[in-house]
């Protein structure tokens, strides 16, 4: 077999072989290899083959075993590693990104999303996949590890994929999930710490800074307002900012810490940017310093004034007085 090539693919104890080899193959491990030696009333008896066994031949096979399967065999999950957390597993129709290794049965490597550096995305449950990966990758957390094996009957049958993987191919997969989203999320908003006192929540056409880390939905950082010692100031809901960003920056109090999660379609969308990948689902962590609108006048509020109070201040008087000069997240700027 190995001068033409390929393996040789058959079902055993069906009367396929000859008896000898049907009996000699059961009991065997993937990756096995046996010395077998077949007495002719076994082979091919007092007859041969002709111009190949000569009658009467014991017959002697080297036998290595690549690959086995049933027809009653199903998908087989097997997770080595699983978050603590684990908010929202893979469903139908979800969109998916994940690394994977590709391995047949014996453990050749045949294809690796690692070694390109390159997630792969799709969606699934849907057909875009191989029915037994379809069915594999559900119920999966982002950062879950799972080993993924295929029969070839859900995978690439008998022609195999006409590339790498031949006909009749068990397949396994490694794979990481790194990130998933449904079309139809919308902005998920987790409120980390609001202030007791909130006089105020920002809306439509207010001026904002504030801060943040922001994140891949496995963790990676891909950008910190607090790196740049530097607030991110921006209008909100008039489109200066990423859709996801304008609706999640709405409501806020000043001092109000908040965690932000958006969908590709209201983040970067299919084509990413910079250090964002395409159809990645994006996680701000803010903290909002401070917001007023270009509208707001002077606003004054009196917390204490004396009962004998008949000389009031005007305009063109000489005053002395004393202050506190903050921000309005209460940082301090300068006192007499």
């Not at 849907?126 to 879950?144: A, K, N, S, Y």
């Not at 439509?204 to 607090?226: E, P």
């Not at 007023?292 to 002395?320: A, E, F, M, Q, R």
Request: proline share 5%.
């Amino acid at each position: 077999s190995y001068d033409r090539g390929s393996t040789f693919n058959v079902f055993v104890g069906k009367g396929q072989l000859i008896a000898g080899m049907d009996k000699a193959l059961v009991g065997m491990c993937v990756n096995e290899r046996r010395f077998v030696k077949i007495p002719p009333k076994l082979a091919y008896g007092s007859e041969g083959v002709s111009g190949v066994i000569p009658p009467n031949s014991v017959l002697h096979f080297d036998v290595l075993l690549i690959d086995l399967w049933n027809s009653e065999d199903e998908v087989q999950v097997q997770t080595y590693f699983k978050p603590e957390k684990c908010p929202r597993t893979v469903q139908v129709s979800d969109f998916i990104r994940y690394h994977y290794n590709g391995t047949f049965l014996d453990g050749t490597l045949f294809d690796s999303s690692h070694n390109r550096m390159r997630t792969y995305d799709t969606y699934v449950g849907i057909g875009w996949l191989i029915p037994g990966m379809d069915q594999g990758l559900l119920g999966m957390c982002v950062g879950e590890k799972r080993m993924i094996t295929i029969p070839p009957f859900l995978a690439y049958g008998e022609e195999g994929d006409g590339k790498k993987i031949p006909g009749q191919a068990s397949l396994v997969f490694d794979v990481v999930l790194l990130d998933l989203h449904n079309p139809k999320d919308g902005v998920t908003i987790e409120n980390q710490q609001v202030p007791e006192s909130c006089e105020r929540r920002s809306q439509t056409g207010d001026f904002l800074r504030y801060h943040y880390n922001g994140t891949l939905l496995d963790g990676t950082l891909f950008d910190s307002s607090y790196s740049r010692n530097r607030t991110y100031d921006t209008y909100v809901g008039k489109g200066y900012v990423i859709a996801g960003m304008d609706e999640g920056l709405l409501g806020v109090c000043t001092g109000e810490k908040r965690r932000i999660i958006i969908p590709p379609h209201l983040g970067y969308g299919e084509e990413g940017r910079g250090k964002i990948p395409g159809s990645a689902v994006l996680v701000f962590d803010i903290h909002v310093v401070d917001f007023h609108n270009p509208s707001d006048s002077v606003s004054i509020t009196v917390n204490y004034k004396p009962s004998n109070c008949t000389v009031l201040s005007k305009k063109g008087d000489y005053l002395k007085y004393h202050y506190n000069a903050s921000l309005l997240d209460g940082t301090l700027l300068d006192s007499t």
